[in-house]
């Protein structure tokens, strides 16, 4: 990760400067009117790159398997070969089982150098397919950083702890600061730029293909307990698909996302009593319903700052107070599903954004950059707790603000609660004992758990019912492009296909699929009849990419009690103490969710007039965190259904409260932070209003 460096050397091996691999990218990416692969950028990538130890081996393997060949079609390499022969020679290999691990090596690298923005470099392939990482005449805006205390500089005593600076715990730093109360906001991450969490294709948080700038780095172990009974460790500079994609840094996920601003339906917190519970499932009513959430989804609204309009979108959510920005402007796919939904009787409307779409609180408008998702904003205008909420409770004079700080331990008692704190983490690190009136617990729904597990806190609910969403993608062919590199990225919905008849169990959300970055199409084409490398391959890039187009749907996931955050055995962080262990279920009930977003979102492509229709297949997320990671420390009624009581307090504990997506008993069918900042302003409300004696 930025300034991790030493721990992802460059490699150096004679394979990466052989003739034999230059001239093998070379036939991957031929030359035409823009420059072949090792000139377009492979030979930077393999001469800088830090990630690449997994592939000398293969490659030296691939340069060996070619040489010989070419030997015994009496040439003295495979550079020596001509072109007709090279391609003969690795077309060859495509069908040769003892070598299909070389090749997809080689092919991969190809990818990697010519189609990926990574460590400064910017490879020719994304000017050849018309990518601008920001657009024409745009200036980058690196907002003024977030001053963090040194440890020296730190009380060791305050009203309250807060564990983690995301959407839940940046928005109790504002209510508990505004209120008075004094404030220690803690954040494992270092403090970074924005511009070193944008632009980096393979290793931003939403599409990394090596360790994620965002978080954690190395020492922060877990262990995905996978489907077929294997205890995978994977460090925190691993697989960040494996190892769950909550981004973090200083503003959380919030940091990152998009911005998808949406209110869950009413039924969405009444999931038992509107569906029962099928068996082996553990659905459960939330200890609240919309009606008395709808003020608070007001004030999320409008102090995180959402740009939406009341129509299709807002019909069954009942609202006392409209968006305080107008919605994104229009684009092609917008305006060809919008078409296509109403020739089919469904609502729809622009997806409500917490991006700026006209400049507001000091900060410009978006200038719908094509890297929206997964990276830092290159003006400031994405919307998040690190410029908004902190900001606010900061300027309050009451809250304090350490980076590179972890909370290893947290402590209830009678009249004071007591956090352990590794300050300093990466570099020196310093032991720190503060005591507090309150610790909120804001760390995620796998961290939150794991900490308090810990630290010996909790029922048996506590770490219980981790779920996310169930994600489809279908793909098709457009006669004419209408998604092009421009931003933020998702822009059209209908919702529907929410509780709704066409799909059980409460349905899902049905949105265009963003415009892909060029690595993820050169990869995995996902297109009829598209070579795997080649001038083919490199033609499509330029062209028929374009056409491809796609729907995307985000539906229920119903919670399963086997499905949980427990406590490693024998698997322990650099501070000794024991890491999360991850098991995922995937009930019945979330396939046929999946089965009905996969047959509304053909039936909306075909309606558009798209064809070649077809679902994207990929890994599953059954043994990972995902982004949208929920249930952890459901809220409830009583120790016998929860982890914590209806404003957050962990049952059995006097001052540790619970306050980020671990609450949600559910997680309804659309993205959930409006939902988790709604929730966080009626917990930490309730907390000034209930402070413990």
Not at 171 to 200: F, H, I, P, T
Not at 372 to 395: E, L, S
Not at 461 to 488: A, N, Q, W
Not at 552 to 563: A, D, L, R, Y
Request: charged content about 20%; hydrophobic content about 40%.
């Amino acid at each position: 990760m930025p300034g991790n460096n030493d721990a992802h050397p460059v490699f150096d091996s004679p394979v990466f400067e052989s003739p034999t691999l230059r001239a093998a990218v070379d036939r991957v990416i031929p030359a035409d009117e823009w420059p072949a692969g090792w000139e377009g950028g492979v030979a930077e990538y393999l001469a800088t790159s830090r990630d690449l130890g997994w592939a000398i081996p293969l490659l030296s393997q691939l340069v060996d398997r070619l040489d010989r060949g070419a030997r015994d079609a009496g040439a003295v390499s495979f550079a020596e070969l001509s072109a007709v022969a090279q391609d003969a020679a690795l077309t060859a290999l495509e069908s040769d089982v003892a070598a299909a691990a070389e090749f997809a090596a080689l092919r991969r690298v190809s990818w990697e150098g010519f189609y990926a923005a990574s460590d400064r470099r910017t490879p020719v392939g994304l000017a050849m397919v018309g990518f601008r990482a920001v657009p024409e005449g745009v200036i980058p805006v690196e907002p003024e950083p977030i001053a963090g205390l040194r440890p020296p500089a730190l009380r060791r005593d305050y009203d309250v702890v807060i564990v983690g600076s995301g959407p839940g715990g940046g928005v109790a730093a504002q209510v508990l600061a505004n209120a008075g109360k004094s404030v220690l906001l803690v954040e494992r991450a270092q403090s970074l730029s924005n511009a070193a969490l944008r632009g980096d294709h393979l290793h931003g948080k939403r599409n990394a293909v090596y360790w994620p700038s965002a978080g954690p780095g190395p020492g922060h172990p877990r262990v995905a307990q996978l489907p077929d009974g294997e205890d995978r460790v994977i460090d925190g500079t691993e697989d960040a698909a494996l190892y769950g994609l909550n981004a973090m840094a200083f503003g959380g996920g919030t940091r990152l996302w998009q911005g998808m601003a949406w209110r869950f339906m009413p039924d969405d917190f009444a999931m038992a009593s509107v569906f029962g519970n099928p068996e082996g499932a553990s659905l459960a009513d939330w200890p609240i319903d919309y009606e008395e959430l709808e003020p608070f989804y007001t004030r999320a609204e409008w102090e995180l700052g959402v740009a939406g309009i009341e129509g299709g979108l807002t019909r069954r959510t009942p609202r006392s107070a409209g968006y305080p920005m107008p919605p994104m402007g229009t684009e092609p796919a917008r305006e060809l599903l919008g078409r296509a939904a109403e020739s089919l009787g469904w609502g729809w409307g622009p997806i409500p954004l917490a991006l700026n779409s006209v400049p507001h609180d000091g900060r410009p408008a978006c200038v719908r950059c094509p890297q929206c998702v997964g990276h830092a904003c290159p003006v400031n205008a994405k919307n998040g707790a690190q410029n908004t909420f902190i900001p606010r409770a900061v300027a309050t004079g009451n809250c304090d603000v350490i980076y590179d700080a972890e909370v290893i331990e947290v402590r209830d008692g009678a009249d004071r609660a007591h956090v352990t704190i590794m300050a300093e983490a990466s570099t020196r690190p310093i032991a720190l004992e503060i005591d507090a009136e309150v610790i909120v617990v804001s760390a995620g729904a796998v961290e939150t758990p794991r900490l308090l597990l810990a630290s010996g806190i909790g029922n048996d609910h506590l770490g219980r019912h981790l779920h996310d969403h169930r994600f489809v993608t279908m793909l098709s062919t457009v006669d004419e492009p209408v998604k092009p590199f421009v931003g933020p990225g998702h822009s059209v919905a209908t919702l529907d296909h929410v509780h709704a008849e066409s799909i059980p169990w409460g349905g899902g959300v049905l949105v265009d699929l963003m415009s892909l970055l060029p690595l993820t199409t050169a990869s995995s084409p996902n297109a009829p009849g598209v070579p795997l490398w080649g001038a083919g391959h490199k033609e499509w890039m330029r062209g028929g990419r374009a056409n491809v187009f796609g729907v995307f749907g985000m539906g229920q996931e119903i919670p399963m009690p086997t499905s949980r955050v427990t406590l490693a055995n024998g698997v322990r962080d650099r501070w000794g103490k024991p890491v999360a262990a991850l098991r995922k279920n995937v009930h019945w009930a979330s396939v046929e969710v999946e089965d009905g977003m996969e047959r509304e979102g053909a039936n909306w492509l075909d309606a558009a007039g798209a064809h070649d229709i077809r679902r994207q297949r990929g890994i599953a997320t059954a043994s990972a965190a995902g982004e949208h990671s929920c249930g952890t420390a459901r809220m409830g009624t009583s120790p016998e259904n929860s982890a914590t009581d209806r404003y957050g307090r962990v049952h059995g504990t006097k001052r540790i409260v619970v306050c980020d997506s671990s609450l949600h008993p559910t997680n309804g069918s659309v993205n959930p932070t409006l939902t988790i900042v709604a929730n966080a302003y009626r917990v930490a409300e309730h907390l000034v209003e209930d402070w413990p004696a």
